[in-house]
C-alpha cells in the first residue's frame, strides 16, 4: 500500500493538465508618458489562417513613427485585434495602418482611423487621418476620454495624441484640446489658441469641443470658422488674420440658436417674418417670409404671408410664384424645378419647369416616380425618361413593384420583398442603352457598392448567406460566407476588402489577393 503513493499525485496532475493551460498575464506598457498601450504582439499566436503581409519596421510599432517623405503611398487601415464582440467584425477591433501595397507600418493599435470628409457640393476627402485612442486620458469628474491625433495621409508627420475633437471644414480641421484648440491648415501647418482669445473667457474648453457635439459645432464659410451662436449673432474666428469677432443681426432673432450657412446666407427672423442674412449679418433677403428659409440645391423655397410659395435664388430674386409648393433638381442637364399640387393633403399634380421657367412637363394624379438622377418611371410605357433620354425597361418591369436606382454608368432594378421578406423577381442591372447587364439568381438581393476613388462601380450579391463583390457584368471578385460576428466586402480607396471575423484581406482592383492579417481573438468568446 506504501507504493501506491503517488497514484492521487499523479491523478491530480492528470486533471489539471485537461483544465487547459494557465492564463498569461498581460502587463499594460507605458508608451511616452501618456497612453497605456499593450503590446499584442506578446500574445500566444493563433494563426487561423496564414498571414500575407510585409512589414516596414522589423519590431513591433506601437504608433505612426513619421517618415520624411512619406511611406509612398496613402496610409489605410486594416482590423487586427478584436477586443469586443461588435457587430460587424471590424467594429470591435483595433486598427493598424498599411500601405496600399500591403506593408504594415503601424500595428494594431488605434481604436478607430477614420478620413476627414467635410460636404462641399459633395464629399470631399481631407489629406489627413484622424487616429483615436479610448480611455487613454481621465476628465474632471474620473470619466474616460477619448483621445485623437491627426496624421498626414501619407505618415510624413503625426500630432500627439492630446485632442478631444476634430472637426472637418473644407480647407482646415479644428482640434480641441483642455487648454485650447488648434487650427490645422492642408499643408499640415497648426495655429494655436487658447479658449479664451476665441471668447471663451472662463479659460474652458465649451462642451461641444470636449464631447465633439454636432449640435453647436463649430460651421465653416467663406474663410470663417464661427465659434458660438446667440439669439441675435455669433462669434467667428477669421482663419487668415486669427481675429475674432462678434457679429449682431440688426433686428434679428433666431430660436435654436444653431446657425446653418448655404450660399453663403443663413435664416433668421425679424418682426415675425422670416430672412437671410450672410457672413456679416447684412440683411441680403429681407424678412417676407413665414417660415425659416433654407438652400436646397442652390435655390430656397419661401411662403408668403398670403400663403403662396416663391422659390429663391441667392441673391433674393423671386424665380416663380405659385399656390402650390416648390422643389429645385439639378439634373444632368442642368436645374429644374418641379411644382407640387395637393388637394386634402393627396398629391394631385407635378408641374416641370426648365432654367428658363418654361413648363416642360405636367404629371397628373399620383405622385410621379422620380427615381434619382432626374429620371422618371414611366410605368404604363415600361421606360425610364429623362429629357429627350429613353432608357426601355424589360417586359417583366411593366406592372412589377420595383426599386429602381439610377447612377452614371448603370441602372439597379430590384423587385420588393414579398410578405417573407424575400424578393418576387430576379435583380438586374442595365447600361443606359438599355441592356442587360447581369440578372441576378432567383431571390438573391443586389446593392450598388461605389467607392469614390475607383472609376468603376461594383455590385454587392446577397444570396444564401454567401456575400459577393461584382462587376457590373457580373463576374465575381471576392466572396465570404456570413457568420454571427459579420463579414463584410466593400470597395474603398481604390482597393476591394474582405473582412471577417478571422482576418483582414486586401485585393487588387481586378480580385487579387495581396494583402492578409489574421485576427486575433482577445473578446473573451
Keep these: 500500500m506504501k507504493r501506491l503513493w503517488f497514484l492521487p499525485l499523479a491523478l491530480l496532475l492528470f486533471l489539471t493538465a485537461c483544465g487547459g493551460e494557465e492564463e498569461a498575464e498581460f502587463t499594460p506598457e507605458e508608451q511616452g508618458g501618456r497612453a497605456i498601450v499593450t503590446d499584442w504582439s506578446k500574445l500566444t499566436p493563433y494563426q487561423a489562417t496564414e498571414p500575407l503581409y510585409t512589414r516596414w519596421y522589423e519590431d513591433y510599432t506601437d504608433r505612426l513613427i513619421p517618415l520624411e517623405g512619406g511611406y509612398g503611398s496613402e496610409l489605410i487601415p486594416f482590423a487586427g485585434l478584436r477586443i469586443y464582440s461588435d457587430w460587424p467584425a471590424a467594429d470591435g477591433c483595433l486598427h493598424g495602418l498599411m500601405t496600399k501595397d500591403g506593408v504594415i507600418v503601424a500595428d494594431p493599435v488605434f481604436t478607430s482611423v477614420m478620413r476627414p470628409q467635410y460636404w462641399v457640393d459633395e464629399l470631399v476627402n481631407l489629406p489627413f487621418l484622424r487616429l483615436e485612442k479610448s480611455g487613454v486620458a481621465i476628465g474632471a469628474e474620473g470619466e474616460l476620454l477619448h483621445q485623437y491625433a491627426v496624421a498626414a495621409i501619407d505618415g510624413s508627420w503625426c500630432t500627439e495624441f492630446q485632442y478631444y475633437a476634430t472637426f472637418a471644414g473644407p480647407e482646415h480641421m479644428f482640434l480641441t484640446g483642455a487648454e485650447g484648440c488648434e487650427v490645422l491648415a492642408l499643408d499640415g501647418s497648426r495655429t494655436p489658441y487658447t479658449w479664451e482669445e476665441l471668447g471663451f473667457y472662463d479659460g474652458a474648453c465649451p462642451y461641444w469641443a470636449a464631447a465633439a457635439s454636432m449640435d453647436s459645432a463649430p460651421v465653416w464659410v467663406e474663410g470663417k470658422l464661427i465659434l458660438e451662436s446667440f439669439p441675435d449673432g455669433w462669434r467667428m474666428l477669421d482663419l487668415a488674420t486669427g481675429e475674432v469677432t462678434t457679429v449682431t443681426v440688426e433686428g434679428g432673432h433666431q430660436e435654436n440658436y444653431h446657425i446653418y450657412f448655404g450660399e453663403g446666407l443663413t435664416s433668421f427672423q425679424k418682426d415675425g417674418l422670416y430672412g437671410m442674412v450672410n457672413i456679416r449679418g447684412e440683411w441680403v433677403i429681407p424678412p417676407r417670409y413665414q417660415h425659416d ?233
Design 293 to 525: 428659409l433654407n438652400f436646397y440645391q442652390g435655390y430656397a423655397q419661401g411662403q408668403l404671408p398670403n400663403g403662396r410659395y416663391v422659390l429663391l435664388d441667392p441673391s433674393g430674386k423671386e424665380l416663380l410664384n405659385s399656390a402650390c409648393q416648390l422643389r429645385p433638381e439639378v439634373w444632368e442637364e442642368g436645374v429644374y424645378f418641379l411644382e407640387m399640387g395637393y388637394e386634402n393633403d393627396e398629391q394631385t399634380y407635378e408641374r416641370v419647369f426648365d432654367q428658363n421657367l418654361q413648363e416642360v412637363k405636367t404629371f397628373e394624379g399620383m405622385e410621379p416616380n422620380w427615381v434619382g438622377g432626374g429620371w422618371f418611371w414611366d410605368k404604363e410605357g415600361g421606360r425610364l425618361l429623362r429629357g429627350d433620354a429613353v432608357i426601355p425597361l424589360p417586359k417583366a418591369c411593366r406592372g412589377a413593384n420595383l426599386y429602381i436606382s439610377t447612377f452614371d454608368e448603370f441602372v439597379l432594378i430590384r423587385y420588393k420583398p414579398d410578405g417573407s421578406g424575400n424578393p418576387v423577381g430576379a435583380d438586374f442591372v442595365l447600361s443606359h442603352q438599355g441592356d442587360v447587364l447581369y440578372t441576378a439568381p432567383e431571390r438573391a438581393i443586389l446593392t450598388e457598392c461605389i467607392d469614390p476613388a475607383s472609376p468603376t462601380p461594383y455590385l454587392h450579391l446577397f444570396q444564401e448567406g454567401l456575400i459577393s463583390l461584382l462587376t457590373l457584368e457580373g463576374e465575381v471578385l471576392i466572396s465570404g460566407r456570413e457568420s454571427s460576428w459579420g463579414t463584410g466586402i466593400s470597395a474603398e480607396d481604390g482597393l476591394l476588402c474582405k473582412q471577417t471575423p478571422e482576418a483582414t484581406e486586401f485585393y487588387t482592383p481586378e480580385g487579387e489577393l495581396f494583402f492578409r492579417y489574421p485576427i486575433w481573438n482577445h473578446a473573451g468568446d
